[in-house]
């Protein structure tokens, strides 16, 4: 690939994972926890994750239909929506609050759903603590980011055009930023009314903490880490949004590329909805997420008796 072509993939690459901040302020001071944690519901407990830029409202509906049954946690992480930001690293610094989140609260292998970058997340928490998750739910995600624009890119041939996105990223202006955002949510959002809700988030959101975030998951490679994970994974992924650009068996192959690490996956592409499935077709979104808490817990039922 063409020294230009890639570059212009990662100056891309917030298009794929939600979308990005219009506000000039940035939040110094840090939070005593690295994420605000919304907490509801009883049962087996289900941690969600929200994708970049996004607020952990985004999980409202679903959760609404899932507290009479299950103990919800949903997260919303430093910088993001109005979040006190921290120092970076981002998502090393995520990745361990989750786990002693888990730990300190004394949850019984919760399962874990993220969206976008919480669905990186999501894989690098359950690969790193395996032991403390039991289920992973990926809502359009994959383990490198890079490698969903251009198959043969690596962590190392990635990096000069990361370091070149995140110098770009840094000198957009407000307006620059504000064009940005909605690009991204016209492409990855259907209704007009959850973009304006989307684009609020970003409003709120800390801009060196969403270009940091998209250069570390531009520099880190989860694929060889996916043999760690223990627990049952489905990944939903969407493909509408690149209809007439790329084929659906394309996008598909490109997923289950990404995951052939974790051969017990289950990974299945959505033909309707958008980025934001959970907003898209929150029915059918809200049907595969239960028929797989549903399988996972009586899994873990007979796990435990043996």
């Known amino acids: 690939m063409s020294r230009a072509l890639l570059l212009a993939a990662f100056v891309a690459v917030p298009l794929l994972f939600g979308c990005a901040t219009t506000s000039s302020a940035s939040n110094a001071a840090a939070p005593t926890a690295p994420f605000a ?6 049962g087996q407990p289900v941690l969600f994750i929200p994708g970049l830029a996004s607020s952990g409202e985004v999980w409202d509906e679903t959760v609404a239909k899932l507290q009479s049954q299950y103990d919800c946690h949903v997260f919303t992480l430093a910088g993001f929506a109005g979040q006190p930001s921290v120092p970076a690293p981002f998502m090393p610094t995520m990745r361990r609050a989750l786990a002693e989140y888990i730990r ?13 970058l919480g ?6 928490l359950a690969s790193d603590a395996p032991d403390l998750v039991g289920g992973v739910f990926i809502v359009d995600s994959v383990p490198f980011l890079p490698a969903l624009l251009y198959p043969g890119a690596t962590a190392e041939s990635s990096k000069p055009f990361a370091d070149q996105y995140r110098t770009q990223a840094r000198m957009q202006t407000v307006e620059q930023r504000n064009a940005s955002s909605r690009q991204v949510l016209q492409i990855y ?11 609020r988030w970003g409003a709120d959101s800390d801009p060196e903490t969403v270009t940091q975030a998209v250069y570390e998951m531009s520099i880190t490679d989860l694929r060889p880490e996916l043999s760690r994970i223990t627990a049952p994974t489905q990944v939903l992924g969407s ?12 996008v598909e192959a490109n997923y289950r590329g990404q995951y052939q690490n974790l051969p017990s996956v289950r990974l299945s592409m959505h033909d309707t909805a958008r980025h934001f499935i959970m907003w898209d077709d929150p029915q059918g979104f809200l049907a595969t997420l239960e028929s797989f808490l549903k399988t996972t817990a009586a899994s873990a039922s007979v796990e435990s008796q043996r």
């Open 37 to 42: 944690v919304k907490r509801s519901g009883k």
């Open 104 to 116: 300190s609260q004394g949850l019984k292998k919760p399962i874990v759903v993220g969206h976008s």
């Open 119 to 124: 669905g990186v997340l999501a894989l690098g």
């Open 189 to 199: 959002i259907s209704d007009e009314a959850r973009r304006e809700v989307a684009a």
């Open 239 to 250: 493909w509408i949004a690149l209809q007439g650009r790329v084929p659906r068996e394309a």
